[in-house]
């Protein structure tokens, strides 16, 4: 199994609660799952906490009704001028990507794999941090060639409700694995 690391990043917010990054290591960069930003009710806070942990890409899963449930309508707009890229796919709760989702996929993830190789940060939000943001980031560790459960492991191992339903567990694993990079390092 591949040595990586696991970090939690958190950020205490008002009446006790915390924005919380569950992030792993990716490629050569750093790949984390998060709930979305305002849900415990300081979206200012957790936008700042965002936006220090400084992503190339924030992958957005919710629907513009639970954006504005949060609070959050302007994400995009802050994160965006913070120099993140904003990339909005929305799926439904419990839910697997549609037709639309996946004729834009293979661009995002050519963009958010290329960040990852070079050492950025994705981060990829639903509303919990669990099963939609977790299926997704799982197939971007596939598509960057990690065996599926050395994968999950990883992600479960930050994270232990990763990927909610067998649907969504599909669709990850149906992701095309790229061979494995390894880097030697001159002595």
């Known amino acids: 199994m591949r040595a990586a690391i696991s970090a939690v990043a958190t950020r205490s917010g008002h009446k006790g609660s915390e ?11 750093i790949l984390a799952i998060s709930p979305i930003p305002g849900a415990d009710g300081d979206y200012a806070g957790d936008v700042q906490h965002l936006i220090e942990w400084k992503p190339a890409i924030v992958i957005s899963l919710v629907s513009e009704i639970e954006l504005v449930a949060a ?4 994400l995009w707009r802050h ?3 913070a120099g993140c890229r904003w990339e909005h796919l929305p799926i439904h709760d419990f839910g697997v990507p549609d037709a639309e989702f996946e004729e834009a ?3 995002i993830s050519a963009n958010a794999r290329r960040a990852l190789m070079g050492g950025g940060r994705i981060l990829v939000h639903c ?3 669990c099963g939609r943001s977790g299926m997704v980031a799982l197939r971007l560790m596939i598509e960057l060639g ?9 992600l479960r191992a930050v994270r232990a409700c990763a990927v909610e339903t067998a649907e969504q567990m ?3 694993k149906a992701a ?3 061979p494995a990079t390894f880097l030697r390092h001159e002595d």
């Open 127 to 129: 509303r919990g941090g």
């Open 79 to 81: 994160l965006v001028d």
């Open 170 to 172: 599909a669709w990850a």
């Open 176 to 178: 095309k694995r790229e």
């Open 71 to 74: 609070g959050a309508a302007d």
């Open 19 to 29: 924005m919380i990054v569950y992030a792993v290591s990716a490629g050569q960069g």
């Open 146 to 154: 990690e065996a599926p459960e050395d994968a999950l492991d990883r």
């Open 105 to 107: 996929w293979p661009e």
